[in-house]
Structures are given as structure tokens and as C-alpha cells.
């Protein structure tokens, strides 16, 4: 037992310090580590079982109270196309969204870049759809939702890992406190158009049936995060808090109980999750609402100044 529980907290503490330092002192720390963990060894089978239980124990504690130590920010060297987070003011049934992002890529790393103030009245919220991103793994998938107006305005909301300039994601660094959340909002063809065009990701539009109270709740509900995230900014995680899980949570006050499942770390499968939640089209088979879904080709045929919302939407 005591070494199955020494090698866990020696894998755990190690990934972390991996993850979070760098250079010399990342090679010291685990130097320091590995040293901790012999002399608990050491004691564990040359003196006493007490006294090699209190040397681990001593050694996570520390470990832990370095961990407990990390704490998200709001002021970093943000890379561009996360440097504002979004944020909103409610007055009745209109919205106003603050750093609305609003690029205009030339390609997938450089943009011209805008960020707006843009507001919407909820009075003419008129659909709500799930945008689907495979860039790799066909079981991962990013989640993008979108709103549509009847005066023809689409705001899209996606939580994203709110990287650093020069960073890179990483899903380990994503359940070691690599990389603190963020709320983008931005036009559709900056933020799908982006993955379309340009990442030439798989990307898949969904619409979803919800009824008008739940799609204005839900609007509301990423306002909130937002606002939140503004004034208490805090970590990514991969599971607990990433592009679907914390949907899953914003969107459980507006919806009632949904089901927890797998897919939601599974994201690929989210169609077929929402599908038996009913918040799909029901009478089209799955095989068939996928294929009808898929825009990157249809996205990517769009002649230059074409109304890049209106295109994905035209089969």
C-alpha cells in the first residue's frame, strides 16, 4: 500500500511541477521531489513504518501548499485572439456585450483584429445552434454556440483556454492549472470561419429545438459567465471546466437536470448526446443530421464578401 500511494503522489507532484515551471527550477523542484520521496522509502523499510508515512506525508503537504499557491489572473501577456474576455449589461430585453471579438483573418495565425461593443434584444432572439470543431481526434470536438437574431445578427459564445502569448494548448497543462478560462463572443465569421477556412477544421452546424424562455435563460446564463469570469477569473480544467462541462453547468438552472454522460468529455459525441435529450430534430436519423450538418466545404466555397452566416446556412 505504502508504495502504490508514494508512486501516486510522486506522479501527480511531478506532472505539476512539470507543467507549471520551467528550466532550472523545474529541475530542481524535481530533484527536491525525488530526494523527498527516496528518504521516505528510506525510512519506510530501514527504521520505522511511522516515520516513512510522516516523510510522505510531510513531503505532499508541502507539495500541496505550493499547488494550493497557484492562482488564476486576469492581467497576463494574453495572446491576440483571447486578450478580452467578454462581458455584458442588461437593461429589459436588451443586451449589450462588451469585446465582442470581430476578426478578420487573412490566416489561421494573423488576423485584422476588432474588438466591439455590440447589443442585442432579446425580443427577436430567434434560434439558437451548437457548432461542432474536429480538428484532430474525431471523439474531441470543440463547442461553439451560436444565437441568431431576426435582424440578421449571430453572436457566438465559446469557452476557450485563455493562452499566453507563445503558448500552446496542452491537455495535461489543462488538469494541472496551466491555463485559466476565458468566454470569447464573437461574429461567425471571425470565430467559424476561422476553423473553416483557414484551420480547415470539420466543422458541423447544428440547430436546436428549445423553446423561446430556454433560449433567452441561456443567452443570459453566458452573460453571466462572462461577468463572472471578468471578476474572478479562474483555471481551465479539461474535465471539470472545459468548452462543454461548463455549458453543461451554465445551462442546468435555465434547462432543469440534464443527465450527466461521458460525451461531455467525449465532446465528438455531443450530437447523439443532445439528439436523446431532444434537442435535436428527432426525425432525421443521426447518420443523415450529421452529414446535413457538415459546412466547412460549403464555408469554404463562400466567394470573398459573401454574408458568411447566411452561406453556412445555404445547402
Known sequence: MFLIVLASGATLAALAISVQLDGATKFAALIALGLALASALVLRF??????????????????????????????????????????????????????????????????????????YDLSKLATVDMFTSVWDDPDIAHL?????????????????????EGEEFSTLGGFFRKFEKVLIAADEADIVKLRTTYRKEDVSLYPLKLNPDVMRGLFLSYVTLGNNLATKPVFYNTVTGNCASTVYRIAEPVTGKLPFD??????????????????????????????????????????????????????
Open 46 to 119: 530501514h527504521r520505522t513504518r511511522r516515520a516513512g508515512w510522516a516523510a510522505f506525508v510531510a513531503t505532499l503537504a508541502i507539495a500541496m501548499v505550493w499547488y494550493g499557491s497557484l492562482r488564476p489572473s486576469e492581467d497576463r501577456a494574453w495572446a491576440s485572439d483571447v486578450a478580452h474576455g467578454v462581458s455584458g449589461d442588461i437593461a429589459g430585453d436588451v443586451v449589450t456585450l462588451h469585446n465582442v471579438r470581430n476578426f478578420r483573418w487573412t490566416d489561421e495565425t494573423h488576423a485584422r483584429e476588432a474588438w466591439e461593443s455590440r447589443s
Open 262 to 315: 461521458l460525451r461531455l468529455l467525449k465532446t465528438g459525441g455531443l450530437p447523439e448526446y443532445l439528439n436523446e435529450l431532444g434537442a435535436l430534430d428527432g426525425s432525421i436519423p443521426m447518420a443523415e443530421r450529421r452529414k446535413m450538418a457538415e459546412i466547412t466545404s460549403r464555408a469554404q466555397a463562400l466567394p470573398d464578401g459573401a454574408d458568411f452566416s447566411s452561406g453556412i446556412r445555404t445547402r
Open 144 to 164: 461553439l454556440v451560436s444565437f441568431g437574431f431576426t435582424d440578421r445578427q449571430h453572436v457566438v459564445f465559446s469557452v476557450e483556454i485563455r493562452k499566453e
